[in-house]
């Protein structure tokens, strides 16, 4: 489909290519030759991307979905030239289709950006930006606005900009005077709007009523030559949203001669919904704070702040052994706290009537026992590390004292003047509530020390009180944090401590008692600490729990294996407790070491054997076999021969696993993965027999099946092969089979030559014998050309008598006939006897092949008065063979066995030949005479090559004998009878074939 053979591209200096959308080059020009160095006759019809190496960041399959999507594609790609040199080049790719609907291809134009000028890359690289940015951008021509403004100074109007702000008509018209140049992605997305649409349309539509003001402002920014304009303003998306914007002009220096300025649009309507959503939870928040079944109080931490900066000056680095060594400065300091509010919760907490009764100092409502909890509150706020929730008693102000939680709400980088919002929550009930867990809680340790997993208690609470000073320094996301600073890790492995184990866990860690391994958890986790790592991201994740196998240390200093698990309840987090459980699984992890150790030595097995090896899934397979075994089917030959198409959904259903490198080798592949997901009908489905009959062996519960057949290559060729199939139990119930198909190319030719080779011997050997049996050929054909003769003149004697007796002639015209027949009969028998051809197998009477056999021979016999015997058996089955083969190994022996007996003068001289069907089921044909019989030291060498006991014989006759009957998957075997030799020919009938 491409047009660009014209010429034209050839005067463009830069690339031009067309290719098909498989890479295919269809078209190059001048400039892809200076560029890449290749003429055009040695690309065309190549892959480009093959060519030249093309290579990108975010690869080329990216770039082809791009242009399948979009159409169009434009960006810079890394390419290799004829010579050697790297490339980057700048690249605009089109999508094309035919007018006539012919496939697509793709046009290229590329250019070597190390040429391009700096106004070029300045304008890539502005291009860039502005198609990237997550900003809506607009690329706007006011020229036309700008000429409108000019005609109104010329009109008169010398208040340009009071002008613009009091005549909307003119403002509505300017607004249709701009053409939009260009948009980025962002805007077509944000204006809900096609890009091709915001083009070729004037920005009417994005402008509402009350908000033209702003275009005015922008045109008068413009009059006034300021460089940009900005204000937050409501604009209108293509479907009639209105949306909150931040709206930017600017007028670069590059632009303004062309007359375009840029428009930045940023959709700010989340953020104003947040500031009025801010204002209606303050309010909230207000309600809250008096309606809350939670005491709170607001305090002034002015005069502490002070007291804490007195310290600071005063070089105090440590908080905590300063108050060590001054406790006072603990009361001091609360002194120095002013409460400024109070909500009625509180107020009825302290027991105070009023809220004027509980503002002031607080330190009437702390008793000494809860000066601890104030001091870690200034040791934090001196440290600037935030305060988790702490339990402590309050005194009312009737004297009585309360359990509470108190929780300070503040940050650890809160500024002076500040003040801090204080929670009490009464836990008195929560109290007596724990007193009676105490009671539960011995049943459950109990259970903790007699369970059979290891499990150890931990005390969390320094590792959280580390992770909330983490975000209280503003990291939002902790598990990001943990999984980013693997020096955390190390520092958290500090943190938690052991407070008990169970009896299990003492034994797993080779432990003597629990105090032995009270304390930090770091000893045990030397191997592994990156579990604790992931343990922790799944807690700050929200994951209820986690686990994993892993290996952890014992005291002793061995490492076991375990299974690691540990869940996170609210019930414990919250008191910094968590309980981990380890299962001790060495023995099994022992076991599947062993069990790997074992896979990868069958793997090295599997791909180094030097016989190309198949593991298929067959489990399809076995589930069909299933299915007809349900149905009741119990011959699964007769099945296939009744349902032809099942075979090849079986075919469809086996599919190839894994093959080693010799069945890469020998299907003509390149790489295993090239086999992996085909069928066993890609393979197989021209000659699908050997298929059937592997899946009729598994059926009849055989333990494998191998013949030798042959197959398809990936490229399509057959080839030989021996295929051998086992069906071993535990590969079947996985649903797994493995075969092997051994390459005998090779011997099938040799076996070729051979078979050949004692062709042209056996066709020596008949020619031979023929030789020998010349007077007897001669006989046989004489006798009914003597016939012949004497019948013609009958006739002739006949025919010349006054009144000739037709009748008489045409009887002997019949007997002339009947003798050519029989001559001819002879002839075609001698010639298929000395004709040289290849072996042509058929369905044979072995009866027949004795009986034409005999009658070559027939009259060798009469000429040495040796009588022949014919006994041939009765409804014998069919051989499958080649006739003069089979006849010529009769008249072979036939011959032998009258040789033999020439001498024999002392007895009746009685060749004997019979048919007849052996105990095995074996076709027989049997040749004995009343000859001398077989030396026994002759015996075992009667069928080696050249060995004879004939003075003039060569010793070929009965080894070409064997190798014919072995041709036949038949025997032959020689013994001596009561009388003389004795030779049998056993051949398979057809059937067993």
Not at 322 to 334: G, K, Q, S, T, W
Not at 472 to 487: E, M, Q
Not at 670 to 697: I, K, L
Not at 788 to 795: C, E, K, P, R, V
């Amino acid at each position: 489909m491409t047009d660009l053979d014209d010429g034209l591209p050839d005067l463009v200096p830069d690339s031009i290519v067309a290719r098909a959308m498989d890479g295919r080059v269809r078209h190059w020009n001048g400039g892809a030759e200076r560029l890449y160095g290749w003429p055009a006759h040695a690309v065309l019809g190549r892959d480009i991307d093959e060519l030249v190496r093309s290579r990108h960041p975010f690869g080329l399959a990216a770039i082809m979905e791009a242009l399948k999507t979009d159409g169009r594609w434009e960006g810079e790609i890394f390419r290799t030239a004829a010579d050697g040199r790297e490339l980057c080049v700048s690249v605009r790719a089109m999508l094309r289709r035919g007018a006539d609907g012919s496939p697509p291809e793709i046009i290229e134009w590329s250019r070597d950006t190390a040429r391009a000028s700096k106004s070029e890359i300045d304008g890539h690289r502005y291009e860039n930006i502005f198609h990237a940015m997550a900003v809506s951008f607009w690329e706007l021509d006011f020229s036309r606005v700008r000429k409108a403004i000019g005609e109104l100074v010329a009109s008169g109007v010398t208040d340009v900009a009071g002008y613009l702000r009091t005549d909307t008509d003119f403002i509505d018209a300017a607004i249709e005077l701009v053409s939009v140049v260009d948009v980025n992605d962002m805007t077509a997305e944000l204006f809900a709007a096609p890009r091709d649409i915001i083009l070729s349309q004037h920005m009417g539509w994005a402008w509402p009523p009350d908000s033209r003001h702003v275009f005015a402002e922008s045109l008068i920014a413009a009059a006034r030559q300021e460089d940009s304009y900005s204000t937050e303003t409501v604009v209108t998306t293509y479907d009639g949203r209105r949306m909150d914007v931040l709206f930017t002009v600017c007028w670069p220096t590059g632009h303004k001669a062309k007359g375009t300025v840029l428009v930045g649009v940023i959709d700010i309507s989340e953020r104003k919904r947040a500031t009025a959503e801010l204002r209606r939870s303050e309010e909230r928040y207000r309600r809250l704070f008096e309606a809350m079944a939670v005491g709170y109080l607001e305090a002034d931490m002015d005069r502490v702040d002070d007291l804490l900066d007195d310290l600071r000056a005063a070089g105090v680095e440590d908080l905590v052994a300063y108050i060590d060594a001054h406790p006072e400065f603990v009361r001091r300091a609360i002194d120095a706290i002013v409460l400024v509010d109070a909500n009625e919760m509180a107020i009825d907490l302290f027991e105070a009537g009023s809220r004027d009764n509980v503002l002031g100092a607080p330190g009437r409502f702390i008793p000494p026992e809860g000066e601890w909890a104030f001091r870690e509150a200034f040791v934090s706020r001196y440290h600037k590390r935030k305060l988790g929730p702490l339990d402590l008693q309050f005194r009312t102000s009737e004297g009585k004292l309360i359990d509470v939680r108190f929780t300070t709400w503040t940050t650890p980088d809160r500024p002076r003047g500040e003040n801090v919002l204080i929670s009490l929550l009464d836990i008195g009930e929560h109290k007596r509530a724990y007193r009676e867990l105490e009671v539960s809680e011995h049943r459950y340790r109990d259970l903790f020390n007699h369970m059979p997993i290891a499990l150890l208690q931990l005390d969390m609470r320094p590792l959280f009180s580390r992770l909330a000073a983490l975000r209280a320094d503003g990291i939002a996301d902790l598990a990001a944090h943990v999984r980013d600073n693997p020096d955390f890790v190390q520092e958290a492995l500090h943190l938690p401590r052991i407070e008990d184990a169970n009896a299990e866990a003492l034994r797993l860690f080779e432990a003597g008692n629990v105090d032995d391994i009270r304390g930090p958890i770091t000893w045990g986790w030397k191997e592994s600490p990156e579990t604790i790592g992931r343990s922790l991201q799944a807690r700050l994740a929200g994951r209820p729990s986690y686990s994993e196998e892993t290996r952890v240390n014992t005291l002793a200093g061995n490492v076991t294996d375990v299974l690691y698990a540990m869940s996170f309840p609210a019930a414990l987090m919250d008191r910094g407790i968590n309980v981990v459980g380890f299962v001790d699984i060495s023995e099994r992890k022992r076991a599947d070491r062993a069990l790997g150790q074992s896979e990868r030595r069958y793997r090295d097995l599997f791909n180094h054997m030097p016989i190309a090896l198949w593991q298929c899934d067959t489990s399809g397979l076995t589930d069909m076999l299933a299915q007809l075994k349900a149905a009741g089917v119990t011959d699964l030959g007769s099945h296939f021969d009744a349902h032809p198409g099942f075979l090849a959904r079986c075919l469809d259903v086996v599919t190839v696993q894994e093959v080693n490198d010799a069945t890469v080798r020998l299907c003509g592949g390149t790489d295993p993965a090239e086999f992996a997901g085909t069928t066993a009908a890609r393979y197989w489905h021209r000659n699908p027999g050997p298929f059937r009959r592997s899946m009729e062996a598994r059926w009849a519960g055989k333990s494998g099946h191998g013949e030798e057949t042959r197959m398809l290559a990936l490229d399509g060729r057959e080839i030989d092969v021996a295929f051998s199939i086992s069906y071993p139990p535990a590969l079947q119930e996985r649903g797994i089979t493995v075969f092997a198909t051994v390459d005998i190319h090779d011997r099938k030719r040799a076996e070729e030559r051979l078979r050949r080779a004692q062709a042209d011997v056996s066709h020596a050997a008949r020619v031979s014998t023929l030789g020998e049996l010349t007077a007897s050929i001669a006989h046989e054909v004489n006798q009914p050309l003597a016939a012949i003769s004497a019948l013609g003149q009958a006739s002739l004697r006949w025919l010349a008598r006054a009144e000739p007796d037709l009748q008489e002639v045409a009887a002997l015209a019949g007997q002339m006939v009947a003798d050519a027949r029989r001559a001819s009969d002879i002839i075609a028998r001698i010639r298929g006897m000395a004709l040289k051809r290849d072996p042509e197998l058929a369905p044979l009477l072995i009866n027949e092949v004795v009986e034409e056999a005999l009658l070559i021979v027939r009259h060798e016999s009469q000429s040495k008065a040796i009588d022949i015997s014919v006994r041939l058996g009765s409804d014998l089955p069919l051989i499958h063979g080649d006739k003069i083969q089979l006849q010529q190994v009769v008249i072979n022996l036939a011959v032998n066995a009258i040789q033999a007996m020439a001498s024999n003068t002392a007895r009746p001289r009685r060749l004997t030949v019979s048919t007849g069907l052996s105990e095995d089921g074996s076709v027989t044909a049997t040749v004995s005479d009343t000859g001398p019989g077989i030396a026994a030291t002759d015996i075992d060498d009667l069928f080696t090559g050249f060995f004879t006991t004939k003075k003039e014989g060569m010793g070929m006759g009965l080894s070409i004998c064997r190798s014919i009957v072995q041709s036949h998957d038949g025997t032959i075997s020689a013994r001596n009878g009561p009388d003389g030799a004795c030779f049998v020919v056993r051949l398979p009938p057809a059937l067993r074939q």
